[in-house]
């Protein structure tokens, strides 16, 4: 195991667990708290997939970088939500 294999396994846990707590966090918030929690735990699902598939290498190498693309898109989409519920609370 490489030493950036190492770090990327580490910084993967660590998103992953970051992730579990956020989405432990959200799902009792204000709406749209429960999709803001579902986003959390669809971002942490697809670390753990991606992390898995590239220390076995069962996935073609061509699948590897769409699964991180799939994890910034749902990623992306957790922030907007998360922005437009602060908005809307008036913390802005």
Do not use: E
């Amino acid at each position: 195991m490489t030493m950036l294999l190492a770090a990327n396994n580490l910084t993967s846990a660590i998103i992953i667990l970051t992730c579990w707590w956020l989405a432990h966090i959200n799902a009792r918030a204000q709406p749209p708290g429960r999709a803001i929690a579902a986003g959390y735990a669809m971002v942490g699902v697809t670390v753990l997939f991606t992390g898995i598939s590239r220390n076995i290498d069962v996935m073609a190498p061509h699948v590897v970088p769409w699964l991180i693309v799939i994890t910034k898109a749902v990623l992306a989409v957790t922030f907007l939500l998360t922005i437009y519920r602060r908005f809307k609370l008036g913390d802005r």
